[in-house]
C-alpha cells in the first residue's frame, strides 16, 4: 500500500520529532555519511567526457527519485511511521518560518563563518559532524537569502514554466537545452546574472552554505527539496498525459551525447534500474 | 637552449616566492609560447623548493606533469588562488587550480563556462571567476579537501570519480 510525503508545514509535532530523531539515526549509524559521498561522486559536467546521470542530464529526476527512495528506506528502517516531506518553496519563502524552525531544520547561518548554530543539525549539538565534505570544516552552513546578495526563492511562475514545457527533454539533453520540463526545473540557464538560475538550481543558491555545492546533501533540507522537485515530475505527468521520458533511445555513435545520457531504458548508475521503471512509483508513494 | 628556458622558467616562478606577502597581479594566460616539447624538458631541480610549485611536486606530482603555463596568481579574500593551464594536454583546456597550495576541481560546462564542486549550481565565465566563486563560499579558516577527484580528468573515470 502507498504511503504519503506531506507538506512539511503540515507535519504535526510528532512528526517533526520523529522525521528529526530518524535523520539522525541514520547519520550516528554511518548510513547518512555514503549519501554524501554517492552525491558527490555521481556529478559530471557536461562540458567533459563521460556519463552523466545526476545532473545536467535527463535522468535528474529519475535519479533524484531513486536516491531519495534509498533514504527514504533508511529512515523507515529506523520508524517505519517517517516518510521525507516535501519544501513548497513558492509558498513557505521565509528564512525564519517552516522549515527552518528549531523543531525541524533549526535556521540559518551565524555572519561570521556561515555555521548554523539552532536546531538539531547544529554541530553544537553534538549530533551532525560533516564527516564528507568539499571543504574540511566539520559544522553545517546556511546563508539563507544570501543576505549580501539577496537571492529571492523561485515563485509559482517559475514553475509554471518548467511545467508548461510539452516535452520532458530536447537535445542536446544537457545545462544547455532551452526548452523541455527537466532542464527548465533542474534550473541551468545562460548568461551570468542571478536570474539565470533557475528553479531547483536557485533554491540550492539561497539555502547556500553547504547546500551550495558538491556536499549539499550535508543539509537534510536536500531531501526536502527533491521532494518538492519530484513532486513536480508527477505534477507534470499529469498536465501532459502520454508525455514520457526522452530521450526514448540511446543517442547514436554519430551523436555529440553517445555514452554520456541514460535513454529510457538504459542502466541508471549505481542501480540497476531504468527511467522507465522510474516514471510511475505510484504504488510505492503519494503526494498529498 | 635548454639553459635558456630553464632561466625563463626561474623567472615566470618568481613571483610565487616574492610575493606571499603581498597581492600578485593576475596574470593573462598564455604568457609562454614555448613549444611543448620544450616545456617538458624543463628541469625540476629550478623550480625554488619552497614555492607552491615546490609543493605542488611533492604533494600533486601527478599534476606537474601537465601544469606548464600560470594563468593566475593572486590573492582574493585572503586567500591564494593560483591557475595552470596546460597547453601541452590532449585537451586545450587543461586547468590545475589552487586555493591556498590545495586543488580545487573545476568542470567546464557545454557553453564553455566553469564550475567549481563547491559552487555546484550555478557557473562563471572563467577558471578564475570560478576560482573566486568557491572563495567566496568557502567559511574562513577552512580549506579544501582533497575529495580523491583530483583536478585532472583521468582515463577511466567515466561518470564516476571514486
Known amino acids: 500500500m502507498a504511503y504519503t510525503r506531506k507538506d512539511v508545514s503540515t507535519l504535526t509535532p510528532t512528526e517533526r520529532r520523529r522525521l528529526v530523531d530518524a535523520l539522525l539515526e541514520v547519520k550516528r549509524r554511518g548510513e547518512y555519511d555514503e549519501f554524501v559521498r554517492t552525491h558527490i561522486a555521481y556529478y559530471t559536467s557536461d562540458g567533459e567526457a563521460g556519463l552523466r546521470t545526476a545532473h545536467m542530464a535527463p535522468s535528474f529526476l529519475p535519479w533524484h527519485r531513486r536516491f531519495l527512495l534509498d533514504l527514504e528506506g533508511a529512515l523507515r528502517r529506523v520508524d517505519p511511521s517517517v516518510t521525507v516531506p516535501y519544501w513548497d518553496w513558492t509558498r513557505n519563502r521565509e528564512a525564519t518560518s517552516v522549515p527552518w524552525t528549531d523543531d525541524l531544520l533549526g535556521g540559518t547561518g551565524r555572519l561570521s563563518d556561515r555555521r548554523v548554530t539552532s536546531g538539531p543539525f547544529a554541530h553544537s549539538g553534538g549530533k551532525w559532524t560533516l564527516k564528507v565534505n568539499v571543504t574540511d570544516e566539520a559544522f553545517l552552513t546556511r546563508d539563507l537569502g544570501r543576505p549580501h546578495a539577496p537571492l529571492e526563492l523561485p515563485t509559482r511562475t517559475d514553475l509554471g514554466q518548467a511545467l508548461d514545457e510539452t516535452v520532458y527533454d530536447t537535445p542536446p539533453w544537457n545545462s544547455t537545452s532551452r526548452d523541455g520540463f527537466r532542464n527548465r526545473l533542474e534550473g541551468w540557464g545562460s548568461g551570468r546574472g542571478s536570474a539565470s538560475w533557475r528553479n531547483h538550481n536557485r533554491v540550492h543558491r539561497w539555502v547556500g552554505g553547504s547546500m551550495m555545492g558538491g556536499a549539499s546533501v550535508n543539509d537534510p533540507v536536500f531531501w526536502m527539496v527533491h521532494a518538492f522537485v519530484d513532486l513536480q515530475w508527477t505534477r507534470w505527468q499529469r498536465l501532459h498525459p502520454g508525455a514520457r521520458y526522452l530521450p526514448a533511445e540511446a543517442p547514436g555513435p554519430g551523436d555529440s551525447q553517445h555514452g554520456r545520457v541514460v535513454a529510457r531504458h538504459g542502466k541508471l548508475p549505481p542501480w540497476d534500474v531504468t527511467p522507465d521503471e522510474l516514471e510511475d512509483v505510484s504504488r510505492t508513494y503519494q503526494y498529498v | ?162
Do not use: N
Not at chain 2, 616562478?13 to 616545456?39: I, N, W
Open chain 2, 1 to 162: 637552449m635548454r639553459g635558456v628556458f630553464a632561466s625563463a622558467v626561474t623567472a615566470a616562478l618568481t613571483p610565487l616566492v616574492t610575493a606571499s606577502s603581498r597581492p600578485a597581479p593576475a596574470r593573462s594566460s598564455g604568457q609562454s609560447s614555448h613549444p611543448a616539447s620544450e616545456r617538458a624538458a624543463a628541469p625540476r631541480a629550478h623550480r625554488p623548493p619552497e614555492s607552491p610549485a615546490h609543493r605542488q611536486d611533492t604533494e600533486y606530482p601527478h599534476a606537474t606533469a601537465y601544469a606548464q603555463d600560470l594563468a593566475f596568481d593572486e590573492m582574493y579574500r585572503g586567500r591564494r588562488i593560483i591557475g595552470f593551464r596546460t597547453l601541452a594536454g590532449r585537451d586545450a583546456d587543461e586547468w590545475y587550480v589552487t586555493v591556498d597550495g590545495r586543488p580545487l576541481h573545476v568542470m567546464r560546462r557545454a557553453d564553455g563556462t566553469w564550475l567549481t564542486m563547491v559552487d555546484h549550481y550555478r557557473s562563471y565565465a572563467t577558471p578564475l571567476e570560478a576560482a573566486r566563486g568557491a572563495v567566496d563560499e568557502m567559511p574562513p579558516g577552512s580549506r579544501l579537501r582533497d575529495t580523491g577527484h583530483g583536478p585532472w580528468r583521468e582515463e577511466g573515470h567515466h561518470g564516476v570519480h571514486p
